[in-house]
């Protein structure tokens, strides 16, 4: 992880959490953890086995700033339909995913050299996020708070920025991307090892559970969309691999706990 991004996020939270302070408004950490579908130029995309296969693992930190309770008077602010249904969630991120190619092109009924060449690919990403999601709660955060054992359904949609740091190699040897001995016609010039940054929009879908009156338990099923096709390492020619015209996403299921501060 590169040290500007480091030293962008600790200007972020630092700055951010000093502005809200001098609004009043209160605040909730916590962290996540789940299961990671990688959709990437390995495999087959809609493929059962390739989306069981290329499955990482992520983490995170989260904050939430909290509009409906107000931390310098220890009160709820003035009831308004944003601050009764909307949160703003930052976050600190990461997952690494193991790659290869899995389906059709790589059954064992396949005997060619080119589908040799596709089993002996491998490859792994791991991408470090920073970014923000603003999250709506259909139903009252005041009334969620107050109540253990109840449930808080949410979604929410924003935008992170990431550095990627893929790793690209086969088993055939040396030269992946550039040596037809080891490369299937369609990666020559179309793999990478080198790191790089890159932009995505975030959307999820999930739920709180109220465990106690400072802390709940959450359950978010996330969907990434990154603005580039290198993420995984590979990015065969679009104009003439069409199947692989698509840029990298995920689909993460994360399982969080999240506590309360004055």
């Known amino acids: 992880m590169p040290k500007y991004l480091i030293f962008s996020l600790l200007l972020f939270f630092g700055v951010k959490n000093t502005v809200m302070a001098q609004f009043g408004f209160s605040h909730e950490v916590g962290v996540i953890v789940g299961p990671v579908a990688f959709q990437s130029d390995y495999g087959v995309r809609g ?60 059954a ?11 089993r002996a690919m491998r490859g792994s990403t791991a991408v470090t996020n920073i970014g923000m999601q603003l999250e709506y709660f259909p139903f009252s955060i005041r009334e969620f708070s107050a109540t253990p054992g109840k449930l808080g359904p949410f979604v929410s949609l924003g935008g992170q920025f990431s550095y990627y740091n893929p790793e690209a190699y086969s088993t055939m040897g040396p030269g992946l991307g ?70 990298d996403w995920l689909v993460w299921l994360n399982f969080g706990y999240i506590y309360y501060l004055d």
């Not at 310098?72 to 790659?99: G, I």
């Not at 009924?109 to 040799?116: L, Y």
């Not at 080891?182 to 932009?199: E, Q, R, S």
Request: with cysteine; proline share 4%.
């Open 47 to 106: 493929d059962g086995e390739t989306n069981a296969g290329n499955t990482g693992f992520g983490i995170g930190l989260i904050h939430y700033m909290n509009f409906s309770y107000r931390a310098d008077c220890n009160c709820y602010a003035t009831p308004t339909y944003f601050n009764d249904h909307f949160k703003l969630r930052s976050e600190l991120s990461y997952n690494k995913t193991n790659l290869e190619h899995f389906g059709k092109w790589v």
């Open 108 to 118: 064992p009924g396949k005997t060619s050299f080119a589908a040799d060449q596709l």
């Open 178 to 247: 550039e040596l037809l001995e080891v490369t299937p016609t369609k990666y020559i010039d179309g793999v990478t090892n080198d790191g790089g940054t890159v932009w995505s929009v975030v959307g999820s879908v999930g739920t709180r559970y109220k465990l106690t009156i400072l802390s709940d338990l959450m359950i978010d099923l996330r969907w990434q969309y990154y603005f580039s096709n290198w993420v995984d390492g590979l990015n065969p020619n679009p104009d003439v691999y069409k199947e692989n015209k698509a840029n």
